[in-house]
């Protein structure tokens, strides 16, 4: 399938459904101080353009890191807006953590508390400084993790697909085509996706891997900003052919909002 469907000069773009209007926002890492104004900005920037039908599409990775998992895992089961309709990607992170809560899981062979389970647990209340290496218990965490919280993540799609676009956690596999993909690749791959740059059967929008700015590459555009460390959350608006940049940042101890177009 060729996605390159529509023409700027020499330019060739991939294309959203007409009507439609969609928002890619990059790994939360539990910034739900980030989360919040940053889909207030994308808010505004509805009210400014033209009727639409409007998506919002989280790109995975809301827990760990950051100090807010509980409480943006909460937001995003009963506290998300109605200015848009909203879909949540599952990623690597909230993988490990489903697996943490499965008691017919092995989780000595979980590593989820070396990349930002502690910070979780932490944010659900979790006496985390008693706890050593190892994950707690399954009847601790029950304890402090709701049921709600389980089956939503349980139930989070790997990806979506609007027109050309394709959005994913961390990736696809290249050579193997879309409706074959595996959900470990979807949630994990890096560098033999990263690398790649030919075709990959829909242009990829995607989070898993940090980059300072925005990676736009021939196929792909990666949009994780690194939110928990760089204080800098970025969403991608697409509609028709254009492409935009949305972002909330911390300045000065205050979060911003910046707009910015892409070529």
């Known amino acids: 399938m060729n996605t390159l469907t529509a023409r700027r000069g020499d330019v060739v773009r991939p294309q959203v459904p007409a009507g439609q209007r969609v928002y890619a926002i990059g790994d939360v890492h539990g910034r739900l101080d980030l989360l919040i104004p940053l889909l207030a900005h994308i808010r505004d920037d509805i009210a400014a353009r033209s009727i639409a039908d409007n998506h919002v599409v989280l790109l995975g990775d809301l827990v760990d890191r950051g100090p807010y998992s509980a409480e943006t895992l909460e937001y995003a089961i009963s ?5 848009a309709t909203f879909h949540i990607l599952m990623g690597n992170h909230e993988e490990a953590m489903l697996r943490a809560l499965d008691p017919l899981e092995d989780r ?3 590593l989820w508390l070396k990349f930002g389970g502690y910070e979780t647990l932490a944010s659900y209340g979790v006496p985390v400084s008693s706890l050593g290496d190892e994950i707690p218990p399954i ?8 049921e709600r919280h389980r089956l939503f993540l349980d139930n989070l799609p790997d990806a979506m697909r609007f027109g050309d676009y394709v959005l994913v956690h961390a990736g696809i596999r290249p050579g193997v085509a879309l409706e074959d993909q595996n959900s470990a690749d979807m949630r994990w791959i890096r560098t033999e996706f990263l690398e790649h740059r030919g075709e990959l059967g829909a242009y990829i929008v995607h989070g898993h891997s940090i ?8 196929n792909r555009i990666g949009i994780d900003t690194g939110a928990y460390r760089s204080g800098v959350l970025t969403a991608l608006g697409l509609e028709g052919e254009r492409r935009w940049l949305l972002r909330a940042s911390v300045v000065d101890g205050e979060v911003q909002t910046k707009l910015s177009t892409l070529g």
């Open 108 to 110: 000595s062979q979980n």
């Open 139 to 146: 009847e601790t965490l029950r304890q402090y993790v709701p």
């Open 211 to 218: 980059s300072t700015e925005p990676d736009i590459q021939t």
């Open 79 to 83: 506290g998300l807006p109605n200015f």
